[in-house]
C-alpha cells in the first residue's frame, strides 16, 4: 500500500495489524511515525519491545509509544519498567486509560469523542493527536 503512494507530502494513517510482521516487511525509512500501541501485559510489552527495535533498526522515523487500557498506576509502570531498556529509542509515552466511554462508543457505534469528548481515553488521545 504504502509503495503506491507517489505525491509528496502525503499523509496515511494505517492501522495495522498485531505484530511486527508489517514492519519487518516496510523498506527502511519509509515512513515518519511509528505509533507502538502496549497493554499492561507481559506479551504485549514483549511485542513493543520488538516492535521498537524493528523500527529503530529500519529506521522508521520517530517512535511514539500509547500504553493502552491502563487501569492503574501499577500497569503504568509495568509498561514502563518493561519498555525501560528501549527508552533511547523511543520519543514519548502516551498514557490511554481504561475508559467505559471507549466500551460504550463501541457498543453503539460511534467514536468516543462523539459520546464523550471529556472523557480521559478521548483527552489522551488527543494528545497524541498533538505529538503527531
Known amino acids: 500500500m504504502l509503495s503506491s ?3 509528496p507530502d502525503t499523509t496515511i494513517v494505517a492501522d495495522l495489524e498485531a ?3 508489517t514492519l519487518t516487511r516496510l523498506p527502511e525509512g519509509s515512513v515518519d511515525v511509528v505509533v507502538v500501541v502496549v497493554e499492561p501485559t507481559p506479551r504485549s ?3 513493543a519491545r520488538r516492535a521498537i527495535t524493528v523500527a529503530a533498526d529500519k529506521q522508521q522515523g520517530r517512535i511514539l509509544v500509547l500504553a493502552n487500557k491502563i487501569v492503574d498506576d501499577g500497569d503504568r509502570e509495568r509498561v514502563i519498567d518493561g519498555l525501560v531498556d528501549f527508552r533511547d529509542r ?3 509515552l502516551v498514557v490511554v486509560p ?3 466511554v471507549v ?3 463501541d457498543r453503539e457505534g460511534v467514536s468516543p469523542v ?3 469528548a471529556a472523557s480521559p ?3 489522551a488521545i488527543e494528545k497524541l493527536i498533538a505529538l503527531l
Open 103 to 105: 466500551d460504550r462508543a
Open 114 to 116: 462523539d459520546l464523550d
Open 45 to 47: 510489552i514483549d511485542v
Open 90 to 92: 523511543y520519543r514519548d
Open 121 to 123: 481515553a478521548v483527552q
Open 19 to 21: 505484530g511486527i510482521g
Open 5 to 7: 503512494v507517489t505525491e
Open 98 to 100: 481504561n475508559d467505559d
